[in-house]
């Protein structure tokens, strides 16, 4: 194998590998979602239990300050889904026309025997700036879905503790 073939496989490798990390963290963001949809129905729950004319006294306010708490949360993680989309970088290997152009400007400027070797380092070279980009990307959207996760299970702990809180409100 020449040293321009190693060159063309391993970027175009790596490149894959980034593309297959992408799609696996696309298909894992279902869980982050299902959970914020959890959270609002929880935030529902306990909007519809909540006595809001006893405001004044600490156990309502409490459990008001952990539903705001909950929902400042749960904002939080939404930002970050939409964020794990959004940050996706789309680059693709050059298309076809351009690589016609490339092979015919090649031969024009170098020959025939300089075809294939300079196609294989434009598409290494292509390959390595997807795989940069992909790279960059995925870390970037893996981290987002890290954290809108663990913001809708922060705004499920503030509904729970206002769920804990109200059988003191209807006692008090």
Not at 23 to 48: H, K, M, Q, Y
Request: proline share 5%.
């Amino acid at each position: 194998m020449s040293p321009n073939e190693l060159r063309f496989e391993h970027f175009r490798e790596i490149y894959l590998s980034e593309r297959t990390r992408r799609e696996a963290i696309r298909g894992s963001i279902g869980t982050p979602v299902a959970a914020i949809s959890f959270s609002v129905f929880s935030l529902g729950n306990l909007a519809a239990r909540f006595d809001a004319t006893r405001l004044e006294e600490p156990v309502s306010l409490f459990i008001a300050a952990a539903a705001c708490a909950g929902v400042l949360a749960m904002l939080g993680a939404v930002y970050h889904v939409v964020m794990v989309e959004w940050l996706f970088i789309h680059h693709e290997p050059p298309p076809l026309p351009r690589l016609v152009e490339a092979e015919n400007a090649i031969r024009t400027e170098r020959g025939e025997e300089a075809v294939v070797p300079g196609l294989m380092d434009m598409m290494a070279a292509s390959y390595a700036i997807a795989f940069e980009q992909y790279l960059w990307g995925n870390t970037m959207s893996a981290r987002s879905r890290t954290r809108a996760l663990r913001l809708v299970l922060l705004s499920l702990v503030f509904f729970a503790l206002g769920f804990l809180a109200l059988p003191f409100q209807k006692m008090g």
